[in-house]
């Protein structure tokens, strides 16, 4: 029993794809349905279902209440050509129509045909070859409860159809000759169906002779399964479109749009763009009058290269850029990392597949003959940092197949990169300590105040990998001559900075800090204090000071009993690498 209630849940793809596409048109001959898909419904054995739902002891479910996925095929041809051919006055406008359990979304068009076609007024039989078409809209039937974001993508796509059908009527009246086409295979159809007595359904006739209907299905199947459409209609016009809650997703977590247009926002010029497919293939995918900054994007394109660098080498404004890497994040052709370097720290992400035999483990041993993934992926069981697998004795070789082989994993979401954030936590007065153990019991007051004490705020010493491969410039040297006495007008400045962002009690704790009577030092903590309340990371702190990594970890060593360090994702960029909860 629980496994068929299961069973019925509405799933993310069921939720996301189209129940059917609809082409309608509207002229002289009044109201018509030209074609849908799918025309034919598949029996789910509706017999069990209705006893279940008569009986008494029925368990009643949001599985049992799910709305059938053809929701749409009670309704007649007639009742749809109806309903959905609007008037005029609604043309160049969103459609939309909820009934029941089903919506219907369009882009209702109207068609201004050209009067360059020559009438004679002496024979009324070219007046007869006139197109009669007034309107037509392609419609996509969805799930009442579809989500608004999947309802606008669907309105695009039928407007982006309908513009190349316009223009491809307007231009040699291709949508007139397919309508008449259709139309004439409904009434054959028909016809025959009166004569044997075997009712057949005329759309199943039109597949195979008609383009348009071929196009509407092939749009159809790509909206529930990759959730890419290329269509080329009439053979001249392409439409090209992409169903992000198809794309975008980390095994089978689907990642909301809204989600990805925020990380998109969120993009700096210190982020790289990694490539998901290999160059030969993203560019044989490109459309032939595809922009050529894409193409010199991609062939420019590096998992070394922050979009800065990328902008230089590839000579393109840093915007232009950033508007290219979107476009092909929003395709989902890649995904925005921060830069391979010996710096960075990745561990297992908790969500990648780590079993023996995976599809994975046979793709990563045939990519790198010698390896094998689960033992890869053991190496980063824990957090390490890159600069750990380097040896300098090995040949040059190794280290660029390391690296391949952890861009490989990344673009596989196997790996996620860990960031260094900063938090500046006072720790408490020893008043406030005092009133605390008297409020708490014993049991609790041992263990508050092992939580309290300064040390327990320390995050160890920086002599870490990173420190060493970076020279640090001697600031205590360059620094010393400058350390002012209490009263001097710097330190002064220094406090009333301090003052203007931060309570007493952090400015205190501050202040007795041994590194806060030099001068430099506490000019440099005064100047990264608004980076210092977690939200950024110790390379984008790098970047917009102009540091060294290992002045900022000197720093922080310095300062190490006001601050916590803290290790975790980046939220811009971990969108990509693990799904939402």
């Known amino acids: 029993m629980y496994m068929q209630i299961e069973g019925k849940l509405p799933k993310m793809g069921e939720r996301t794809s189209p129940v059917s596409v609809i082409l309608v048109s509207s002229g002289s ?11 034919q419904r598949i029996p789910e054995n509706l017999s069990s279902q209705t006893t279940k739902l008569r009986s008494p002891y029925a368990l009643n479910t949001a599985g049992d209440t799910t709305e059938d996925p053809d929701g749409d095929s009670r309704f007649s041809d007639v009742i749809l050509a109806t309903i959905l051919a609007t008037k005029s006055d609604m043309c160049g406008k969103k459609f939309e129509l909820k009934i029941d359990n089903v919506r219907f979304v369009g882009h209702p068009t109207l068609l201004q045909h050209t009067h360059g076609i020559q009438v004679s007024k002496t024979d009324p039989s070219p007046k007869r070859e006139m197109p009669t078409m007034i309107l037509f809209s392609v419609v996509f039937a969805l799930r009442a409860n579809a989500d608004p974001s999947v309802i606008s993508c669907m309105h695009n796509l039928s407007r982006r159809i309908a513009i190349a059908l ?17 139309l004439a295979i409904q009434d054959e159809v028909t016809t025959m169906g009166e004569t044997e007595g075997d009712p057949q359904s005329p759309f199943h006739h039109i597949l195979p002779k008609c383009k348009l209907a071929r196009d509407l299905k092939e749009a159809y199947d790509s909206l529930c399964t990759t959730g890419v459409v290329r269509l080329h209609i009439n053979n001249w016009l392409e439409v090209s479109f992409c169903l992000p809650h198809k794309i975008h997703r980390v095994r089978c977590n689907h990642i909301p749009p809204e989600a990805i247009e925020r990380s998109l926002k969120a993009i700096r010029p210190y982020h790289s763009l990694l490539l998901l497919d290999d160059e030969k293939s993203l560019l044989s995918e490109l459309p032939l009058d595809c922009s050529p900054a894409l193409v010199r994007v991609i062939k420019t394109c590096s998992a070394v290269k922050n979009l800065q660098q990328l902008a230089q080498d590839a000579d393109l404004a840093l915007l232009q850029v950033f508007q290219l890497a979107a476009h092909l994040v929003y395709w989902g052709k890649a995904i925005i990392i921060y830069p391979l370097c010996e710096n960075n720290v990745y561990m297992l992400s908790p969500h990648a597949n780590i079993s023996l035999y995976s599809p994975l483990a046979e793709q990563f041993a045939q990519q790198f003959p010698g390896h094998d993934l689960p ?3 053991a190496k980063f069981s824990l957090p390490v940092s890159l600069s750990e697998f380097k040896n300098p004795l ?3 070789v190794q280290e660029a197949q390391l690296i391949q082989m ?6 596989h979401r196997l790996l996620m990169q860990l960031h260094t954030y900063v938090c500046l936590l006072a720790p408490p007065a020893e008043e406030e300590l005092r009133l605390r153990d008297e409020e708490l019991p014993l049991t609790a007051r041992v263990g508050g105040r092992s939580l309290s004490t300064p040390s327990a705020l320390s995050f160890g010493s920086p002599t870490s990998s990173d420190d060493m491969t970076l020279t640090s410039p001697s600031m205590d040297n360059s620094s010393a001559e400058l350390v002012p006495r209490g009263d001097s007008p710097l330190n002064t400045r220094m406090t009333e900075s301090l003052l203007a962002s931060l309570s ?3 400015r205190v704790a501050i202040l007795n800090v041994p590194a806060a009577q030099n001068a430099e030092d506490l000019r440099m903590f005064a100047r990264l204090l608004l980076y210092f309340r977690g939200r950024h990371h110790l390379e984008e702190i790098m970047y917009n000071e102009n540091m060294r990594r290992s002045q900022l970890m000197t720093l922080f060593d310095k300062f190490r009993s006001v601050l916590v360090v803290t290790n975790h994702e980046d939220p811009i960029i971990s969108l990509f690498q693990s799904p939402l909860d």
């Open 29 to 39: 001959r009044g109201n018509k349905l030209l074609f849908r898909y799918p025309f």
């Open 166 to 182: 316009q223009h491809e009527e307007h231009r040699c009246q291709y949508l007139t000759r397919e309508a008449k086409l259709m």
């Open 375 to 377: 033992s890869m992926l």
């Open 394 to 396: 090995a040949p040059p």
């Open 406 to 411: 952890v861009i490989w994993m990344l673009q």
């Open 504 to 506: 007493e009690r952090e």
